[in-house]
């Protein structure tokens, strides 16, 4: 059983959303990812999607989109992205799959380990930080530490964070983001929501104070799951 991780699919089947206006790396990415995957993912193997997985703003609509993802190999652990919209009740959601898991204010078990997370926010910045922000940032670190110390509560200690934002901003500086992973100890940190070579290089990716941060936005990995564990 191996860990696997892509984030960012972006599905439009029922919405009329073409990622091909974002470059021509988007260019039948559906397909991509599918084969990709039944190329490398088994039925035992668990891929983590942190988030942005359909562009639909009613559920009834990612129904079709959710449906592509549920056929294909392997358990899914999944978190909510900036925009997924049709994101609403977490109950129902998982009362539908039984191989694909919604997680939200929760951790999931992978063997010896505790993945934990939650959606992210953007982190201070100078190009756009207001109040807002601020707010739904410093909850949304709460809402991770909240998940870490509901894992290590229940016994686990081996914790790997999934969230959709970055951990840090486009100047790589320190976060409560990371601070919170320093301080639980964090082996790991698979995150998304970033796009082109620019963005690509403006956040941590690799080994940093002893934690591995890994991107995972479809385009980043040539919408190849990349393998965590």
Known sequence: MSLYAIADLHLSFKVNKPMDIFGDVWVDYENKIKKNWIDK????????????????????????DLDFIDSLPGKKLLIKGNHDYWWNSVNKLNDKYVNMTFMQNDFYVYEDYAICGSRGWLCPNEVKFDDNDDKLYKREVRRI?????KA????????????????????????????????????????????????????????????????????????NPINIL
């Not at 039925?43 to 562009?55: A, F, H, K, N, T």
């Not at 530490?145 to 110390?149: P, Y």
């Open 145 to 149: 530490e909240a998940s870490i110390t």
């Open 41 to 64: 993912i088994t039925d035992e193997d668990l891929v983590l999607i942190p988030g942005d997985i359909s562009w639909a703003m009613k559920t009834e609509d990612a129904i079709i």
């Open 152 to 223: 290590i509560n229940a016994g686990y200690n081996k914790i790997i964070i999934i969230m959709h934002y970055p951990p840090t901003n486009d100047r790589k500086e320190e976060s409560e983001f990371i601070k919170l992973f320093r301080e639980y100890n964090v082996e790991k940190v698979i995150y998304g929501h970033l796009h082109t070579k620019q963005s690509f290089n403006s956040s941590l990716i690799g080994m940093h104070d002893g934690i591995e941060y890994i991107l995972s936005s479809a385009d980043y990995i040539d919408f």
